[in-house]
Nanobody
């Protein structure tokens, strides 16, 4: 059973920083494209950042470019999201996603989510 467990969320002041972690198990972590998504109340879930399996290529939502950094440590089966210069509009539940290909089919797995609240 694939499991993804996020941690590191919490309450932070505007302009502050937070680092999220997502530990994976039950699959070969290095073969999965890892991503962070977020969902705020009343809004659709959106892609925040993604990172490739081996090349290290990353992509970011325009709203977080220059502020957030995604990274992965395959030896630790963990993906991170470093968030800086946080804004109230970053408030959301953040979800870790793992995408793997099995016999030509894409499979997405999701963590339980971790709440990030940016408020003074």
């Amino acid at each position: 059973q694939v499991q993804l467990v996020e941690s590191g969320g919490g309450l932070v002041q505007p302009g502050g920083s937070l680092r999220l972690s997502c530990a994976g198990s039950g699959f070969t972590f290095s073969r999965a494209v890892m991503s962070w998504y977020r969902q705020a109340p009343g809004k659709e879930r959106e892609l925040v950042a993604g990172i490739a399996t081996l090349s290290g290529s990353t992509n970011y939502a325009d709203s977080v470019k220059g502020r957030f950094t995604i990274s992965r440590d395959n030896a630790k089966s963990t993906v991170y999201l470093e968030m800086n210069s946080l804004r109230p509009e970053d408030t959301a539940v953040y979800y870790c996603n793992a995408r793997v290909v099995v016999t030509g089919t894409l499979y997405d797995s999701w963590g339980q989510g971790t709440q990030v609240t940016v408020s003074s």
